[in-house]
């Protein structure tokens, strides 16, 4: 089984964010990035546990310039056999898909995998992009993920309940919360990494369908105040001319 991962960088949650260039460009000093969590721990992690029970390979791809080659090698050392670097900036959705179904529409991939969103943009757009370029079945959000045959049965989570599909294979899939479990990558998959294939390719010159025309930050929070147990009064006048209700 061919299976290949999209695996994109984000900022460390703990990372203070700040813009640039009159808030149009987030701005990247002093900012540690991490595999996005929803591609590593669901989708790249799943797809390993696919290649160790039916065999195959397991490739990464991410849509970037050098300065991520140290977050694809983390996706290296908890497992993945080869990485793709296509070797541009990613700057929307639209441009991320194209260039990742450029470079898989004829390697025969069985399965293509995503987390089921970046946690800086929260979109959720890229895996179904895919599917439309490759023109291939798509299941979104899924939550559990097994291989039969040329056969995929999914679950996924609907209001009230759970949702399961079958589709054949090829096929591309979005991960959420339940497909898999996280990975710590150990000593031997870290030094192993080093020396795994990284190959970067020529981007297709795909086209951004969206620009940002600005950022806001969340308005910073409010004071507590604290109340005497014993003063009933104020937080009974408080509560009645100064909580908000959300």
């Not at 979005?174 to 390719?201: D, F, Y």
């Not at 930050?217 to 409010?222: E, G, I, Q, R």
Request: aromatic share 6%.
């Amino acid at each position: 089984m061919k299976i290949l991962v999209c695996i994109s960088k984000s900022p460390d949650t703990t990372s203070k964010i700040a813009f640039t260039e009159g808030n149009t460009k987030f701005d990247e000093n002093g900012v540690q990035y991490i595999v996005n969590p929803y591609d590593e721990w669901y989708a790249l992690v799943r797809g390993l546990e696919l290649k160790e029970a039916l065999g195959g390979t397991v490739t990464t791809i991410t849509v970037g310039t050098a300065a991520d080659d140290a977050t694809i090698r983390k996706a290296l050392a908890i497992g993945a056999d080869n990485a793709v670097r296509v070797d541009a900036e990613a700057t929307d959705a639209y441009q991320v898909a194209s260039e990742i179904a450029a470079y898989a529409k004829d390697k025969g991939f069985d399965l293509v995998l995503t987390g089921k969103e970046t946690i800086n943009y929260n979109g959720s757009q890229v895996a179904g992009m895919i599917a439309e370029e490759l023109e291939l079945p798509f299941v979104s959000l899924a939550t559990k993920l097994n291989v039969e045959g040329t056969t995929a049965k999914l679950d996924k989570e609907i209001v009230g309940g759970v949702e399961t599909v079958e589709a054949q294979l090829p096929l591309v899939v979005s991960c959420a919360k339940g497909m898999a479990e996280q990975r710590i990558p150990n000593m031997r998959g870290i030094m192993a990494a080093r020396t795994k294939p990284l190959e970067v390719v020529t981007p297709v010159g795909g086209e951004a369908m969206t620009s940002f025309v600005s950022f806001d930050l969340p308005p910073a929070k409010s004071a507590v105040k604290l109340i005497d147990p014993e003063n009933m009064d104020e937080l009974v006048e408080l509560l009645h001319n100064e909580a908000k209700v959300l």
